[in-house]
């Protein structure tokens, strides 16, 4: 396991798996029966209406070789799982999109349209007619897909191995390109997963010139490419998170003219989340590409918020057997780790600041996480708020437009946990008993971090 880190190392599971996208309900057998021509000609079909959602919301997953458990590609394979994807669709966990959407307005939502619903649902309520072919309205654009300017691989492949259960967290240090003499903005990042059947995600971290020599040491003793880490990137404090991916999601694109800095002779620690119950003994060799520029309008940072009491163990402590605990803290303006985190990209602790996106992290015992930023008087403009945390569906959120913290406001953070005996862990057959939590990397530990994608105003 990794050894705790500072809030910057400790990012590395707040970006956990986004996309295994699907959609839900009806029967086989109402399929079979939807192949007549009762189901009339104002019936809705697959594709016609149906096959077009699918393809856009649920296939960039659920397709073969991918992480998804089945593929939705065609009728049959959509028919054959119909009866689990109605409730799924009317529960909300498919397509999954955990944030309140009375919180804030978010970019790129997964969440399916109220037209997209109600033809999935109707669809599947009825007799399911396949259709003609030729109904079909043409393909789209294909998805977007980057020209790096910068690639970088595992240097050789890994055959995930858990010790116990399917997953199977992993570092590989990949060193920044040599030849690239001065430093360099990354604008935007994709991965380009070498297996995808149990890659379920991937987070990078920069790491300074100089620092590298501990993280070669944490690969080098242990056998085979890289090293087990699962809260962070392990080693010295100080590392910083530069992205992630997650299955079915496009390029990650910094908003216009912001680009976080990258320096010659830098390092990016590159964790990888492998989930082997798509594909155990599947070899893998991910890859990373980057669009640099030289130089940006406005330099931008990833800021870890956390009380850093909570690190020091005792502040956050879950008691055994309660079953709704709550731990929250408040950055001022003048928070030293916002200042000094702010600093690096040339913001003055007086200067409004912008926030582009918001993440949250905890781990299993969490219900709920919540950011805000808070003004004068206790007033609220809500950022991302999880009312049902679920450590499987993790990401980061973007806004349709920044957020800005002015220098009288202060940011808030709120997480809540059941650490009742009912929701306790199953290891080897049994169900565990209650103990106390507190902060710390492992599984069995637990955390309460907020992420968030900061620049100077614009």
Excluded at 19 to 35: D, H, K, P, R, Y
Excluded at 83 to 91: D, F, M, N, Y
Excluded at 256 to 276: C, F, K, P, W
Excluded at 328 to 338: G, H, K, L, Q, Y
Aim: hydrophobic fraction near 40%.
């Amino acid at each position: 396991m990794a050894t705790r880190s500072d809030p910057i190392t400790t990012l590395s599971a707040a970006l956990l798996a986004l996309a295994l996208i699907g959609c839900n309900g009806g029967s086989e057998e109402s399929a079979s029966a939807g192949e007549s021509e009762s189901a009339g000609d104002d019936a809705l079909t697959w594709w016609r209406d149906v096959e077009p959602v699918v393809r856009t919301r649920c296939a960039t997953c659920h397709r073969s070789g991918d992480i998804a458990p089945f593929a939705l590609e065609t009728h049959e394979q959509f028919v054959a799982v119909a009866s689990a994807l109605g409730p799924a669709i009317e529960g909300e966990r498919m397509p999954p999109w955990p944030p309140d959407p009375a919180c804030h307005t978010y970019a790129h939502s997964l969440a399916l349209e109220a037209d997209e619903e109600a033809t999935l649902l109707t669809y599947l309520a009825g007799e399911m007619p396949e259709g003609d072919p030729a109904d079909a309205p043409p393909p789209g654009d294909p998805p977007d897909e980057l020209d790096p300017d910068v690639t970088l691989s595992m240097p050789e492949p890994y055959t995930p191995s858990p010790s116990e259960g399917v997953d199977d967290y992993r570092c590989f240090v990949l060193p920044w390109p040599a030849e690239i003499a001065d430093e360099r903005f990354v604008t935007a990042l994709q991965v380009f997963p070498g297996e995808r059947a149990i890659v379920h995600h991937v987070i990078l971290f920069a790491v300074e010139p100089g620092q590298e020599a501990a993280y070669f040491d944490l690969d080098a003793a242990e056998p085979g490419p890289g090293y087990t880490c699962f809260g962070g990137p392990g080693g010295p404090p100080g590392a910083r998170w530069l992205g992630g991916w997650v299955p079915g999601a496009p390029p990650v694109l910094a908003p216009e003219g912001l680009g976080q800095r990258v320096d010659a002779g830098s390092h990016l620690i590159m964790q990888v989340h492998y989930n082997t119950a798509g594909g155990a003994g599947l070899a893998d060799q991910s890859s990373i590409g980057f669009e640099v520029a030289t130089q940006v309008d406005h330099e931008a940072t990833v800021i870890p918020m956390v009380d850093i009491a909570w690190l020091g163990g005792g502040a956050m402590v879950i008691p055994a057997g309660d079953p709704a605990v709550t731990h929250e803290a408040t950055w001022e303006r003048d928070n030293p780790i916002f200042t000094q985190a702010l600093s690096r990209i040339g913001v003055a602790p007086t200067d409004e600041v912008a926030i582009w996106n918001a993440g949250l992290h905890m781990h299993t015992f969490g219900t709920r996480g919540r950011i805000a930023i808070r003004g004068p008087g206790d007033a609220e403009e809500c950022l991302l708020d999880i009312p049902e945390w679920d450590f499987n569906w993790q990401s980061s959120y973007s806004f349709e437009a920044p957020s800005i913290v002015g220098a009288d406001e202060a940011l808030h953070l709120q997480c809540w946990w059941d650490n009742s005996a009912d929701n306790q862990p199953i290891v080897d057959g049994m169900k565990q008993a209650p103990a106390d939590l507190d902060w710390g990397d492992r599984t069995t530990d637990e955390m309460c971090l907020g992420i968030l994608f900061a620049s100077a105003v614009p």
